[in-house]
């Protein structure tokens, strides 16, 4: 396996890792580029262990034995001191290593809905911490598969990665078209639109989930604004999560988990 002692930042094999904290030029170069960063030794196995291909590895010198038994043979393994490392990716790598992977082909629409039972649509949902979040409560608690549309954040993106502890490297998700073609895909494969909002003809969760539809998608809007009237118009029933003492609503990963809760089969 070859391990490359690196001590300037010229190899172009590098490029992956430059500026991994700027948001807007990795929506950019990553998703475009195929590829996407796992960070951390738990992550890097968990995405090897769902088929996922490694390009290269970056990481301390310290950490060369421990990534080592994890990547095939041809991968190299750039190892540099930690101040070069931080000025290449803009942070610490205190979680011991990164690995450059390519990006899986994503499944289709059709063959995710196949045999779901119950699946998680986000729209628009633009902040990767809560992205990570739900994909973790989808993980726990078992719904089958989580549909993004088109301007929602990338699941692959290191943070979601990171705050999921790996799980979107294991639920199977992809994205949607727009509502006017993805609402018949889901009513087509039998499934009951669920929108998660405020609404004066909203049937509480509790009520929602005493004889719940055989296949539910459940949608879940952005931070601040919630569904788009797009959604809405689309939906089959609006659900709502009952609050107390003046508050209206709970934070999108937070309300995620309590619906999957309810709603686990």
Not at 44 to 57: F, T, W
Not at 68 to 89: K, M, N, Q, W
């Amino acid at each position: 396996m070859p391990v490359i002692q690196i001590d300037d930042l010229s190899d172009p094999a590098l490029s992956d890792y430059s500026g991994l904290t700027d948001v807007a030029l990795r929506r950019i170069s990553e998703p475009e580029g195929g590829l996407y960063i796992a960070e951390s030794a738990k992550v890097i196995e968990r995405a090897l262990s769902a088929g996922h291909v490694p390009r290269s590895v970056l990481c301390e010198a310290k950490w060369v034995d421990s990534i080592r038994p994890l990547v095939a043979d041809h991968v190299p393994i750039f190892v540099g001191e930690s101040a070069l490392l931080e000025s290449l990716t803009g942070f610490n790598l205190h979680r011991g290593a990164l690995a450059s992977m390519h990006r899986p082909v994503l499944p289709s629409v059709a063959s995710l809905l196949q045999d779901a039972r119950r699946v998680v649509i986000l729209e628009d949902i633009v902040d990767h911490t809560n992205v990570g979040a739900i994909f973790r409560s989808v993980a726990g608690l078992g719904a089958d598969a989580v549909l993004i549309t088109p301007r929602c954040a990338d699941p692959l993106y290191r943070r979601s990665v990171r705050v999921s502890m790996g799980t979107v490297l294991q639920v199977p998700w992809t994205r949607l078209p727009e509502w006017e073609l993805a609402a018949p895909m889901l009513h087509d494969a039998g499934f009951t639109i669920a929108a998660l909002a405020l609404s004066d003809d909203a049937v509480t969760l509790d009520e929602f989930a005493v004889e719940p539809p055989e296949r539910v998608a459940i949608v879940f809007g952005t931070e601040g604004d919630g569904l788009s009237r797009a959604a809405l118009s689309v939906a089959d029933t609006v659900v709502t999560i009952p609050m107390l003492h003046g508050v209206d609503s709970l934070n999108v990963a937070s309300a995620s988990a309590v619906a999957l809760w309810a709603l686990r089969v």
